[in-house]
């Protein structure tokens, strides 16, 4: 049997920090018994606003760190990431599974799209790569699809400011371009950074109930499931799985901003620290 | 004479990527005569969230790259490397000055205060780090300092975010811990991060006129202007000196960002892409 083709093997994770945290929240969930390993670039934290060139580099580095663990599958669990890099690491490790965020967020808005308006928010990277725009044309080439940047998120999700009249002010602001008369209104709106779901409360507030919210850490979830079922590499009837942390920077800080985006305390000391910019790219 | 006593020769500056800028405004306004190096280290920026081993690794190897293009003076224009890092490289740079904006900036509150009541606003790095507090208290121990990260403005500030009334509601929710009762009330407040010169009437609004602010830029540009003239380093009578500018990631990106920053426009075609990720440390 190949290593790839141990069950027991973990699932590898990562993010350029803390926001993957809700894609392995809904791993573990829909995926009890499998053992992780999450991997976050704390070091070279955001991605969002940073060249493909970089994350792209960035990204191998961090898969490579995971794939040294014995992984059985990476999970790309950063939409900037997916964006630039999914190709190159599928190319660069092709005996295993490389899932990335923003297929299974396409298939997600397609799927609950009726008008076939769809909005995307995300981080200057991502919309600027044009990923999600091209991802879901793919599979409805009749959509319009309209992608804005909202960095201020990141922050506000980082800092803990989810709710309120002042937070939802600043997302009314963030999301005005939505609602301007020259764009047809959007039914669907894919929340298309890992931060934006500690957000997604007062997005829907801001948005109404007649605009569904794309959370792409569910989806995704159910995108490795299905995978690891296909290839026969679920760890069915295990016992509950482990997950192990890794971090290239400050794990006191991945420790306290992670409660935001971790349903369970993550101890700093059960972060280990990592150091991946010398690998060679 | 040696290469450092050279006047010609530029003054290398620093930062973790735009904010920067404002000191090399401050000091191209101050000494125009004068060659400037300006780096952002933009593809691991920023550094306020960073641990202070990493920041002083970055910090190491922008001051490498600078000191390969012979500058003949370095100053750290980010107070989160200056409050970590000055030490590390003036040790590794002796025979050079090397100048950061915290020491310039307790000065300058330190003869600003009357009440000995001072308060600082920076990143978490900065704030954690203690560096403004101690700087304070060795030039005036009776004084009492009080420090609070703000780090949501640091998004405001590079989002353009600079005034109107919901950014001057963030502001006051950010600036409250000043202005509750358990701590006395500051007649003086360092602006402790380079990007936050960008929000200061707001600042200046919600703090009122009895609070001065204290903005590093300026004071920083001063204290290299004095630091040149002692080391008989000026470049004097000469024509206008040129800048040049390098990044570590992203030209296009910084050079949009820092119309918030800078004076003049910077093309992008006019910034050096460089790698400073391989220098040893």
New interface residues.
């Given amino acids: 049997m190949s290593a790839s083709g141990d069950v027991q093997l973990p699932i590898g994770v990562f993010d350029s920090g803390v926001g993957g945290l809700t894609v392995l929240n809904a791993i573990r969930q829909r995926l009890p018994n499998e053992n992780l390993i999450y991997l976050g670039d ?4 955001p991605y969002g ?3 493909a ?2 994350v792209t580099r960035y990204a191998e580095q961090a898969a490579k760190a995971l794939i040294e663990r014995n992984v059985k599958m990476l999970v790309i669990a950063c939409n900037t990431a997916s964006a630039v890099a999914i190709e190159p690491l599928q190319y660069l490790y092709p005996d295993i599974p490389v899932i990335g965020v923003i297929g299974p967020g396409a298939d997600a808005s397609c799927d609950a799209t009726q008008s076939q308006h769809i909005g995307v928010i995300a981080t ?1 990277g991502t919309v600027n790569n044009q990923a999600y725009q091209n991802a879901i044309l793919e599979r409805l080439p009749s959509a319009s699809v309209v992608a804005h940047p909202c ?2 998120f ?3 999700a ?2 803990g ?1 989810h709710n309120g009249d ?1 937070v939802k ?2 997302v009314e ?1 963030c999301l005005e371009p939505f609602r301007h008369v020259d764009h047809p209104m959007i039914d669907t709106l894919v929340l298309g950074c890992t931060h934006f779901p500690a957000l997604k409360g007062v997005i829907g507030e801001v948005m109404g109930d007649a605009v569904s919210l794309v959370d792409s850490a569910e989806i995704t979830a159910r995108a490795v499931a299905d995978r690891l079922q296909i290839d026969g590499l679920l760890n069915i009837g295990a016992v509950k799985g482990e997950v192990q942390f890794l971090v290239t ?2 794990p006191t ?1 991945f420790a306290r901003v992670a409660q935001h985006f971790f349903s369970d305390p993550i101890p700093a000391s059960e972060i280990q620290l990592v150091d991946i ?1 010398h690998f060679a790219h």
Same sequence: chains 1, 2.
Avoid: H
Avoid at 42 to 45: D, L, N, Q, S
């Fill in positions: 704390t070091a070279r934290v606003t940073k060249s060139l970089s200057e960095s201020l990141v922050a506000l980082e800092e400011w002042l002010q600043i602001a920077d400050g800080r910019q």
